[in-house]
């Protein structure tokens, strides 16, 4: 019997762990060897595993995914990392790939695309689901100019979570909302909504709005009657 590829998941909802688990449980290629909830335990157990690959989350409670990602190379030069996230901002994709990321799966495309994704990694291809690539290539052909306001404005001193948090709440979602499709609390995205609004000087959701739109982050027609 062929030796099975191992695979550390690190995502800090355990529901969302149990339902990648059960996907990669249908294919006898991978078998997953370890779980982590926050980036600390992430190296943890890349250390004491050396995993084959890495599903990783953008957003986790100590600090961002995209930032770890160079850390866990280190760890393991030989683990691959596919980038598992809710988000497929231009940005988050560009720097995860820049980072050493060689795959990136829309959370939404999981059940579908999930194997797929962790065979083209682990063959050393890079990877992008469809629904993901068309994104990309729509900021890049319509959004890219607007897209270059992010680097060195306010917008860079949110974390990844808060940079979440504002696009749902711009988007027009409620905290009740935010929170539910974040899997967090409504007072943690009062919180995060809270160091927003400080961070970038804005005071008023509208403001809020006409910012994300300024910058690319959200399609002002959602808002339009």
Same mark, same amino acid.
């Given at each position: 019997m062929s030796r099975k590829n191992s695979v550390l998941i690190v995502d800090d909802h355990p529901l969302f762990r149990e339902g990648l688990k059960s996907i990669i449980?249908?294919?006898r290629q991978y078998e997953v060897?370890?779980?982590?909830?926050?980036g600390q335990e992430a190296i943890e157990q890349v250390r004491q595993l050396s995993p084959d690959l890495i599903l990783l989350d953008v957003s986790?409670?100590?600090?961002?995914?995209?930032?770890?990602?160079g850390d866990l190379i280190?760890?393991?030069k030989k683990s691959r990392i596919l980038i598992v996230s809710m988000h497929a901002k231009i940005d988050y994709i560009v720097k995860a790939f820049q980072a050493g990321a060689t795959g990136y799966l829309a959370k939404g495309s999981a059940a579908e695309k999930l194997l797929q994704g962790m065979e083209h990694v682990l063959k050393g291809d890079y990877?992008?689901?469809t629904s993901v690539s068309q994104q990309v290539v729509k900021k890049l052909v319509g959004l890219a100019p607007k897209e270059a306001l992010t680097t060195g404005s $306010?917008?860079?001193?949110?974390?990844? +979570?808060?940079?979440?948090?504002?696009v749902l709440l711009a988007e027009g979602l409620s905290v009740s909302q935010t929170?539910?499709?974040?899997?967090?609390?409504?007072?943690?995205?009062? $919180?995060?909504?809270?160091?927003?609004? +400080?961070?970038l000087g804005i005071h008023k959701t509208i403001d809020l709005v006409r910012y994300a739109a300024r910058l690319g982050l959200i399609?002002?027609?959602l808002w339009k009657e």
């Open positions: 449980a249908s294919s060897v370890g779980e982590a909830g926050t986790l409670p100590d600090g961002s995914g995209l930032e770890l990602i280190k760890c393991c990877f992008m689901d $306010n917008y860079d001193t949110l974390t990844a +979570r808060e940079q979440e948090v504002m929170a539910e499709k974040l899997f967090i609390s409504p007072k943690t995205v009062e $919180n995060h909504r809270s160091n927003i609004m +400080r961070k399609d002002i027609d």
